[in-house]
């Protein structure tokens, strides 16, 4: 899987895109695309084939246009993921204003979970220089919006939204690849422990690991799978908000 890095391509004509800067008219017959419309085409494939199968070729054969004249509006591939991003996130529903801090974390948690499920390509991309769109920075305030007035300092509040999103993002990374491992692979997860199972059976002696064998057991019933995404989701961002919740008390003790 190929990881695409937002903001590898032109800055100023990213950031132009990101916020509706159109390049000057130009004589002749009005455009046929815009930028906007190219985005959500991309998006559209990207949803159906994933990132590393979107190319200005294919986007160009679904728009029925030269690959040429996608160029006149997106530079590349670079400044198009951002593009895509930053449309994306709009899609985020922010939490109701007056909601308790824990409540809007719990919000953006789950929201920031169905995203990536919606969009799993979102998890082919490296955000180390995020895209600074308005959909991005809109995000970013009301996160922070969300431990305003509770005794952090700008940095703590910083490392909380951090921590939250990228549980998410995490945890769905895991989910996808559970949902996508059957296509992948070519075996059904009952499949493969069908095979694994009696080989290790005949390679560990019966007792060896009584702890994992008790616990595993009881957790793969719980999970009918090997691992549990939608459990470690929940049961993990339970536990960092009570850990938030631990430091806001702290001072105010």
Do not use: C
Request: glycine share 8%; hydrophobic share 40%.
């Amino acid at each position: 899987m190929t990881t695409e890095y937002t903001g590898s391509g032109d800055p100023r004509r990213s950031l132009e895109l990101l916020w509706g800067v159109e390049p000057p008219p130009r004589r002749g017959p009005k455009p046929k695309l815009t930028a906007e419309r190219i985005a959500t085409t991309a998006i559209e494939l990207a949803d159906a084939v994933g990132l590393a199968a979107l190319s200005m070729r294919r986007i160009a054969e679904e728009l029925a246009v030269s690959t040429m004249s996608i160029y006149t509006y997106v530079p590349g591939k670079a400044e198009l993921v951002d593009l895509m991003l930053d449309r994306v996130i709009g899609e985020l529903v922010p939490p109701p204003q007056d909601a308790p801090w824990r409540a809007a974390l719990e919000h953006i948690a789950h929201q920031n979970w169905d995203l990536y499920h919606r969009h799993p390509w979102l998890l082919e991309i490296s955000t180390g220089r995020p895209p600074l769109g308005p959909n991005l920075l809109d995000k970013y305030e009301y996160e922070l919006r969300a431990v305003e007035g509770l005794g952090l300092t700008d940095v703590e509040m910083d490392s909380v939204v951090a921590l939250v999103d990228g549980h998410a993002e995490s945890t769905a990374r895991t989910s996808v690849h559970v949902a996508q491992a059957p296509q992948r692979t070519g075996m059904t997860e009952q499949e493969w422990w069908d095979k694994t199972g009696p080989v290790l059976a005949e390679l560990i002696e019966p007792g060896a690991y009584p702890l994992g064998s008790r616990v595993g057991t009881a957790s793969s019933i719980e999970y009918q799978g090997a691992v549990g995404p939608r459990h470690a989701f929940e049961f993990g961002l339970a536990r960092i908000l009570d850990g938030i919740e631990a430091l806001i008390s702290s001072r105010h003790s």
